[in-house]
């Protein structure tokens, strides 16, 4: 055995001991110099010598207990020369194992065996997702183990090869990489308001751009609906397929909102990228986010109310999207937000004359994201056969609620108020929800009555007569309407959207899209309603 021992004569007592040591530092010595690593001469007293420590490692490591051959730097060394990496990089011989129909790159980036989002790649042959590719790790393992060799990083799109562990420069990757992150220029961006493209998925399956099919995991169609109008809101569209909006934001420690900004914009991106392998996205990352945001009150695995998440999703945006700090404006609120003043006045017990002061009227100004309308109460008779009589009510008679003239009644636990609603500023997009479902401490009761309504509509009558100079166009056209089909404690929801470019309008309900004609939506359980200011689309232009 070689060994090396500098310090013989002070730690060694036995004379037979150390002459057989120095006898083995000769040696040593003398492999040293035969590979010139020499730093200087050896001492004239003692027997210590300096070396360069790196090639004194590697004279060290060629010999064990064993006497076998043994290479702690293998795995930092590359396995195949330089030359023979810059061409293999451009001339990979396993790019023809690569399966485009079952790569999937909406699920959440982590390892599909530790779990861990760190350094993951997925393998272009089986679909699946691992950590790492050095030697020891899991990709690296299922190489050897698979014989899949095609890898691409999630976070940086560069692919490798393994177990050679070169990259792959090669153009035939550009289409996979621009599924996994789609990016739009601006001139891009502006085009989608007025051209439209019909698009051909892997299977044949052709599609519009922007109109795909949401997946619909167990019980998350309240949340789909939701997320396909919003992303075809013109300026929340535009703001968030541009990255570069909302990249930078600053939020205080600890916030984990900006997950909910990062997966709407991926979200956004992929539904209206052209080039998708699928006709269909699952928003299963979405989803995860909202489920994480809003601590669990919003869960994909349980049926849920359009409304309320609607107005949580605006808020949250528009707070993560400012900084947290809400006073500020952003695209959300620009776009949907509009302002009424709410005239309230409490109404006096019997038997008293009401002239107090708390029961003058007191008017306040307040925004607001959605008008909520209220429906009459749902008959109680039966026709002849158990059949419920529906009613039907034109959208005109709900909306004098916001006339300025109609007092509608509110009851507290305590008090009884009549209020009235006066718009002063009218949004870019209005959003309608219709109040169907009456909740108590027993059960859900949905009020069946179909609403008529325009495909557009005028809002000059309801904004306050000094601020109607200011809105030159009042026409509102819709753009989308939300519907529920089925028992209140259930049912499923869907949704009828306008492509403006196409001019054409698409039922889509989870992963089913199918074109219809606007003189149906009108007979639909109208719940959510999304409509466009006519100088929107004219300034868009």
């Keep these: ?90 001339h990979c011989p396993y790019l023809d194992t690569i399966q485009r129909f079952i790569l999937d790159f909406d699920f959440e980036k982590v390892c599909s065996i530790s779990l861990s989002n760190l350094n993951v790649y997925a393998c272009l042959v089986c679909g ?33 090869c393994l177990p050679d562990n070169y990259e792959i420069i090669d153009a035939t990757l550009e289409d996979i990489k621009y599924v996994l992150k789609p990016t739009f220029t601006r001139e891009e961006i502006v085009s989608l308001r ?66 909910l900004v990062q997966r709407f914009g991926d979200l956004v991106r992929k539904l209206w990228n052209p080039r998708n392998f699928r006709s269909h996205i699952s928003p299963h990352e979405m989803l995860q986010a909202v489920v994480l945001c809003s601590k669990k009150k919003f869960q994909f695995t349980k049926q849920g109310d359009p409304i309320p998440f609607l107005s949580w999703l605006l808020n949250s945006l528009h707070y993560t999207l400012t900084g947290a700090k809400m006073k500020r404006s952003s695209v959300i609120f620009d776009t949907c937000q ?65 006339n300025n003239m109609t007092e509608v009644e509110y009851k507290t636990y305590d008090a009884t108020y009549l209020k009235k609603f006066e718009i002063t500023q009218l949004p870019k997009y209005l959003i309608l929800a219709i109040k169907r479902f009456t909740e108590n401490r027993f059960f859900v009761e949905k009020n069946p009555t179909i609403v008529n309504f325009p495909i557009s509509f005028d809002m000059a009558e309801y904004i306050e007569t000094r601020v109607s100079d200011q809105y030159p166009n009042t026409e509102y056209n819709l753009l989308s309407n939300i519907c529920h089909d089925g028992p209140p404690d259930g049912g499923t929801y869907s949704t009828h959207l306008h492509l403006v470019s196409a001019g054409q309008w698409f039922d889509v309900q989870d992963l089913h899209v199918t074109k219809l004609q606007p ?12 409509y466009e200011r006519g100088d929107m689309s004219s300034d868009m232009k």
């Design 519 to 530: 003189e149906m939506i009108t007979l639909s359980e109208s719940y959510i309603q999304i």
């Design 194 to 259: 007025n051209t439209h493209k019909i698009c051909r998925a892997l299977d044949g399956t052709s599609y519009y751009q922007g109109i795909q099919g949401l997946n619909n995991i167990k019980a998350n169609d309240y949340m789909n609906v939701i997320l396909v109008s919003l992303c075809h809101v013109t300026p929340v569209r535009e703001f968030f397929l541009e990255e570069s909006n909302y990249s930078k934001i600053k939020l205080p420690p600890g916030s984990i909102m900006y997950q």
């Design 338 to 402: 509009g302002q009424m003043i709410v005239h309230s006045r409490k109404v006096p017990p019997a038997g008293e004359s009401g002239t107090g002061e708390e029961y003058k009227t007191v008017s306040t100004t307040v925004p607001f994201l959605y008008l909520k309308l209220d429906l009459p109460a749902a008959p109680l008779f039966t026709e002849d056969g158990d059949h419920n009589i529906i009613p039907q009510v034109p959208i005109y008679k709900l909306l004098e609620k916001y």
């Design 128 to 160: 699946k997702y691992f950590q790492g590719r050095g030697k020891n790790t899991h990709a690296y393992t299922h190489s050897v183990h698979d014989d899949h060799h095609v890898y691409l990083n999630l976070h940086t799109l560069k692919a490798f």
């Design 1 to 90: 055995h070689y060994f090396i021992q500098s310090n013989l004569s002070t730690n060694m007592t036995s004379a037979k001991r150390q002459k057989l040591d120095v006898e083995n530092e000769e040696n040593v010595h003398k492999e040293i110099a035969d590979n010139g690593v020499i730093k200087e001469e050896p001492e004239e007293t003692g027997h210590s010598f300096k070396v360069d420590p790196e090639k004194l490692h590697s004279v060290k490591t060629e010999y064990n207990s064993d006497n076998d051959y043994v290479d702690e730097e293998e795995d930092k060394k590359p396995a195949i020369s330089l030359e023979e990496r810059e061409w293999k990089s451009k």
